[in-house]
C-alpha cells in the first residue's frame, strides 16, 4: 500500500545537499517516490504512516564490487595486486562450485544491506547465483558476468550468454526493477582487442552498462599504455566510450584521460580503500570533480578492501584526497554523502536510485541516534549534522531500510533470510576452498 515515511531529519541527496527538517517521503503502492517534502507542505494522504525518529537518506550506492568474494576474506591480504590475483585469488576462484557462489553473494548482500547499501554494480561469475542471492535478499544490484581470456574460458562464448540473457529476459527486471543486467569485460590487460571491441558493440546495442577495471595499478598494463598512450584512449578507439560505461578505480589518469572520460561521459568508480590497501596509489579526484566527471564509491571485493561497508570508503575519500592535495576543504562532508547516493547513481547511469526524488525508487535508510555521535541532538547546524553523520556515526547506527518501498532490513537484521545460517554456510564453503 502507499506509505508516508516521516522523520525529524530528511537527507534527499539533491544537488545542494539539502536538510529537510521534520519532513516526508510519500511513496506509492508500486514503491517509487511520489512526494519529498517538509511536513507542513504535504499533500492529503491516505495510507500507512511510518514515524520514525532520526534521520531518512537514500540507500547508498556500491559502484564496484565482486561481493562473493565474502568467501575468499582475508586470503593473501599482503600482497601487491598481480600477485595477489595471480597466486592466490585467481587459483581459488577456480574451486568455486555455483552454489559457492551463491552463498558468498547471499553473505555479501547482507553485510551491504544491513549498512545502509541498496545497490551494488556486481562483476562476478555465476551471475545467475548472484541475481538469485540478491533477489533473495530483497536488495538491488546491476549484474556484469565477466569476459575475460583465461585458461578454460572463451570470451566469445561468455558474450553470447550475457547477450542470449539480456534478449531473453530483459535488460531490468525483478521487483522493482531489482536486477539490471550488464556487461564486465575486466580490463585491457586481460582480454584483447577483438573482445574489447565486440562487447562495446553489443552492450552500445543493447544500451547495457559495461563495467571494466582502468588504471588500478601502476605496473597492471604497461604493454597497453605503451603501444595506445594510455588505457582510456585504447577503450576509446576501440568504441568502448561510445554507450554507457563504469570505469572502475582510474587511479593512474594523465590530464588527456580525465578530459576524455568527461568528453564521454564515462562514470568512474572510486575505490579508495582497496587502492590503499593494494597499494595501488590515490585517485585524482579532485581533478576528476572539476572536469565534471560522474564518480562514484566503491567498496570492490570483500578479499580486497576487507568488507563492503561504504561508509567507510565515504570517509577514505574525504581523507586521501584532502592529503594529496594539502587542502582539508577540498572534499567536504555534503560533498562524499553525495558521491555514496546521488554520485553513485550517475555514474552508472541510473537516474532512478540516489536520491529521495519523485519517480526514483524508494530506497530509503533509516539512521537512529542512539551513538554518542549524536550526542549534541538533531538540533544543530546542518553542516555539523552532515558532518556527525559521515565523520562519526558511518554505518553503526543503520536501524532499518527498504528497497523499492519493501523493508528487507529491521532494527539492524535482515528480514527476508536468517544471517546465521548464511555466515554458517559461508563458513563451510571457505574452509573446503582452503583444503
Given at each position: 500500500?502507499?506509505?508516508?515515511?516521516?522523520?525529524?531529519?530528511?537527507?534527499?541527496?539533491?544537488?545542494?545537499?539539502?536538510?529537510?527538517?521534520?519532513?516526508?517521503?510519500?511513496?506509492?503502492?508500486?514503491?517509487?517516490?511520489?512526494?519529498?517534502?517538509?511536513?507542513?507542505?504535504?499533500?492529503?494522504?491516505?495510507?500507512?504512516?511510518?514515524?520514525?525518529?532520526?534521520?531518512?537518506?537514500?540507500?547508498?550506492?556500491?559502484?564496484?564490487?565482486?561481493?562473493?568474494?565474502?568467501?575468499?576474506?582475508?586470503?593473501?591480504?599482503?600482497?601487491?595486486?598481480?600477485?595477489?590475483?595471480?597466486?592466490?585469488?585467481?587459483?581459488?576462484?577456480?574451486?568455486?562450485?555455483?552454489?559457492?557462489?551463491?552463498?558468498?553473494?547471499?553473505?555479501?548482500?547482507?553485510?551491504?544491506?544491513?549498512?545502509?547499501?541498496?545497490?551494488?554494480?556486481?562483476?562476478?561469475?555465476?551471475?545467475?547465483?548472484?541475481?538469485?542471492?540478491v533477489l533473495t535478499t530483497g536488495g538491488r544490484a546491476l549484474v556484469a558476468p565477466?569476459?575475460?581470456?583465461?585458461?578454460?574460458?572463451?570470451?566469445?562464448?561468455?558474450?553470447?550468454?550475457?547477450?542470449?540473457?539480456?534478449?531473453?529476459?530483459?535488460?531490468?527486471?525483478?521487483?522493482?526493477?531489482?536486477?539490471?543486467?550488464?556487461?564486465?569485460?575486466?580490463?585491457a590487460y586481460m582480454l584483447n582487442t577483438d573482445g574489447l571491441r565486440a562487447t562495446a558493440e553489443s552492450a552500445a546495442a543493447r544500451g547495457a552498462l559495461v563495467q571494466i577495471h582502468v588504471a588500478e595499478a601502476a605496473n597492471e598494463d604497461l604493454e597497453q599504455r605503451e603501444q595506445h598512450g594510455s588505457v582510456p584512449k585504447l577503450l576509446d578507439s576501440l568504441g568502448m566510450f561510445a554507450g554507457r560505461t563504469l570505469a572502475a578505480h582510474s587511479v593512474h589518469l594523465s590530464?588527456?584521460?580525465?578530459?576524455?572520460?568527461?568528453?564521454?561521459?564515462?562514470?568512474?568508480?572510486?575505490?579508495?580503500?582497496?587502492?590503499?590497501?593494494?597499494?595501488?596509489?590515490?585517485?585524482?579526484?579532485?581533478?576528476?570533480?572539476?572536469?565534471?566527471?560522474?564518480?562514484?564509491?566503491?567498496?570492490?571485493?570483500?578479499?580486497?578492501?576487507?568488507?563492503?561497508?561504504?561508509?567507510?570508503?565515504?570517509?577514505?575519500?574525504?581523507?586521501?584526497?584532502?592529503?594529496?592535495?594539502a587542502d582539508s576543504t577540498v572534499l567536504t562532508a555534503a560533498d562524499v554523502f553525495l558521491m555514496a547516493t546521488r554520485g553513485g547513481a550517475e555514474a552508472l547511469g541510473r537516474p532512478d536510485l540516489g536520491a529521495l526524488e519523485p519517480?526514483?525508487?524508494?530506497?530509503?535508510?533509516?539512521?537512529?541516534l542512539d551513538d554518542p555521535a549524536f550526542a549534541a541532538g538533531l538540533d544543530v547546524p546542518d553542516e555539523q549534522l552532515l558532518s556527525n553523520l559521515v565523520w562519526a556515526a558511518g554505518s553503526r547506527r543503520v536501524r532499518d531500510v527498504w528497497v523499492g518501498g519493501e523493508e528487507v532490513v529491521a532494527e539492524g537484521e535482515s528480514t527476508r533470510v536468517d544471517r546465521a545460517e548464511i555466515q554458517a554456510s559461508a563458513t563451510e564453503t571457505a574452509a573446503r576452498l582452503r583444503a
Open positions: 500500500m502507499p506509505r508516508r515515511f516521516h522523520a525529524p531529519v530528511v537527507l534527499p541527496a539533491d544537488p545542494g545537499c539539502s536538510v529537510l527538517r521534520s519532513a516526508v517521503v510519500d511513496v506509492d503502492d508500486v514503491g517509487r517516490i511520489v512526494f519529498v517534502g517538509p511536513e507542513t507542505m504535504a499533500p492529503p494522504f491516505d495510507g500507512e504512516v511510518v514515524r520514525l525518529g532520526g534521520i531518512l537518506l537514500p540507500g547508498l550506492v556500491n559502484t564496484h564490487a565482486h561481493s562473493p568474494m565474502t568467501l575468499l576474506r582475508g586470503m593473501g591480504g599482503d600482497l601487491p595486486l598481480l600477485r595477489w590475483l595471480r597466486e592466490i585469488i585467481w587459483p581459488t576462484e577456480a574451486k568455486l562450485k555455483p552454489a559457492d557462489v551463491r552463498a558468498g553473494m547471499l553473505l555479501g548482500s547482507v553485510e551491504m544491506l544491513r549498512r545502509g547499501v541498496t545497490t551494488s554494480a556486481e562483476m562476478y561469475f555465476e551471475g545467475e547465483q548472484v541475481v538469485d542471492a565477466p569476459v575475460i581470456e583465461l585458461p578454460g574460458m572463451d570470451w566469445r562464448s561468455s558474450l553470447r550468454s550475457i547477450e542470449r540473457w539480456i534478449d531473453t529476459d530483459g535488460l531490468r527486471f525483478g521487483p522493482a526493477e531489482r536486477i539490471e543486467l550488464s556487461y564486465g569485460p575486466h580490463s590530464d588527456e584521460d580525465i578530459a576524455l572520460f568527461a568528453a564521454r561521459g564515462v562514470g568512474m568508480a572510486h575505490c579508495p580503500g582497496s587502492n590503499a590497501k593494494l597499494a595501488s596509489g590515490i585517485a585524482r579526484i579532485k581533478d576528476l570533480r572539476a572536469a565534471g566527471v560522474a564518480i562514484g564509491l566503491g567498496t570492490d571485493g570483500p578479499a580486497s578492501n576487507d568488507d563492503l561497508d561504504l561508509w567507510e570508503e565515504v570517509q577514505l575519500t574525504a581523507m586521501l584526497a584532502r592529503l594529496a592535495n519517480g526514483r525508487w524508494a530506497d530509503l535508510v533509516h539512521v537512529d
